[in-house]
């Protein structure tokens, strides 16, 4: 995932929009990507996971592009909601030096809809 | 079942108290990590626990202690914490490194060290 940094980016969306979030990761070797959502107070909630093999993945409403020659993952929300507002991890996984599928995070997005 | 518990909610406590998280999940899950995130940030890895066993620990201060009794539970010993240790505490399990990959989290302790 993205280095961790000071800055949270956000984005903001009219309800029924369609919503993509970016996500830029940084190891080559990484085999297994997944997007977590986090609602304020909660925890991490799995959204959509994709692997290195494939380059789009659909689940209800959301759609995973990935995009391996320029390590660049997406996630993107079809019809956006009220209920989507909350900051959107991107995850990977190297399949090198990545004992017991540990997972890197990316620095999140803040994702905003309003009315 | 498909959920991560964790207890207390919320933890306020003094930097000379002594105090324990609590995680625990059903899903046969044979890793276990204790997550350490601030405000705006993403979650930190700090311990992982492989068949209750500590695998990997990210060079945590040893005011922090985990414990795994079974396959089902994790702890977090906490003692003489500092004000900068205040952070939600998340708790997540896997199928321990294996397909599918995706850790599964509970809703966190809120921790205040005053």
């Known amino acids: 995932g993205e280095s961790v940094g000071l800055h949270l980016p956000t984005l903001s969306v009219q309800e029924g929009d369609n919503s993509i979030i970016n996500c830029a990761y940084s190891n080559s070797a990484s085999d297994y990507f997944i997007w977590y959502k986090q609602e304020s107070g909660k925890g991490p909630q799995f959204i959509i996971d994709?692997?290195?093999?494939?380059d789009k993945r659909q689940g209800q409403r959301v759609t995973v592009l990935l995009n391996k020659t320029v390590k660049h993952l997406s996630l993107q929300i079809a019809a956006t909601q009220p209920g989507d507002s909350a900051v959107y991890f991107c995850a990977e996984k190297p399949n090198r030096g990545s004992t017991l599928g540990r997972l890197y995070f990316g620095r999140g997005t803040q994702l905003t809809v309003w009315p | 079942d498909t959920e991560v518990t964790q207890t207390p909610k919320h933890l306020v406590m003094g930097m000379t108290n002594k105090k324990s998280l609590k995680c625990e999940q059903h899903m046969g899950h044979r890793a276990m990590y204790w997550y350490k995130q601030k405000a705006k940030k993403p979650p930190e890895l700090m311990f992982v626990y492989s068949y209750e066993k500590l695998s990997i620990n990210e060079s945590v201060p040893s005011r922090f202690s985990p414990e795994c009794p079974n396959s089902s539970l994790l702890n977090l010993h906490l003692h003489a914490l500092q004000p900068e240790d205040s952070a939600l505490y998340l708790c997540?399990?896997?199928?321990?490194?294996?397909?599918?990959?995706?850790?599964?989290f509970g809703p966190g302790t809120r921790l205040t060290v005053t």
């Open positions: 994709i692997r290195s093999n494939m």
């Open positions: 997540a399990s896997s199928f321990r490194g294996e397909a599918p990959y995706e850790q599964y």
